[in-house]
């Protein structure tokens, strides 16, 4: 009855777990589900660190960039790339981010480690499958994967990569040696996750790595590879990338059976960052 305390305040605290149960439930259901793990695993004789996200069939690996790792890198996909459709994979490749130690080194075969680390990396999380989302080195290492395990690849977008280096790419990469000359924006992030002197010493023993393609034949990253790439292949530029002129571009997609070339011109070398709706959009459809 109304008049027994004991009742009522039985009645409320029903309610109010039903509420929060039901609260719970939403915030669970897939298209709200913003969970991200942060896991290390034993690849290749290292311990590479990754971040997964969603629950969807189609798995993806997002590629960073030089210096790059998945949190520094990839932010506005982790967040927002369909949790239904998707699983998300960020990594870390070695040397870089949290799969340290070893310090990041620069032998010839660097991206070919990397595009091996990553396809393993993979098949060791239980993935039969994937996609791959790479930016700028990412990129490069996408399409060496592509290329030397096409079994195991389902689709690939780059952005911001190159095939070759030349006398203008040499140029533009000197340009970047010296980390103090970088926007805050770009550099606070790389500083605070490594520290100024990894950080320092690394983009310049970065600087050395990429030089060593120049002097092979045609300046070879892996231009040879790009007819081996059987999968569908997106290729997104932006038009004012102060870092890779658009040639690479047009080149890649030259090479590349069937690929597909989309220009941005407002663009820049992060434009999946500066224009992160209409990247995600564009890398969702493709993938569907």
Known sequence: ????????????????????????????????????TSAKVAVNGVHLHYQRTGEGEHAVLLLPGMLGSGETDFGPQIKNLNKKLFTVVAWDPRGYGHSRPPDRDFPLDFFERDAKDAVDLMKTLKFKKVSLLGWSDGGITALIAAARYPS?????????????????????????????????????????????????????????GIKQFKHLSDGNICRHLLPLVQCPTLIVHGEKDPLVPRFHADFIHKHVRGSRLHLMPEGKHNLHLRFANEFNKLAEDFLQ
């Open 1 to 36: 009855s109304s008049g027994n305390p004991f009742r009522s305040v039985l009645r409320s605290a029903l309610l109010l777990l039903t509420l929060m149960f039901h609260c719970v439930e939403l915030l669970c259901q897939p298209a709200h589900c913003t969970s991200v």
């Open 152 to 208: 195991y690849i389902n689709k690939v977008v780059i952005w911001g990569a190159n095939a070759y280096v030349t006398e203008e790419d040499e140029t533009i990469y000197q340009g970047i040696r010296d980390v103090s000359k970088w926007s805050e924006r770009t550099r606070k992030p790389l500083e605070t996750l490594y520290g100024y002197d990894y950080f320092t010493k690394t983009c310049e023993k970065w600087v050395d």
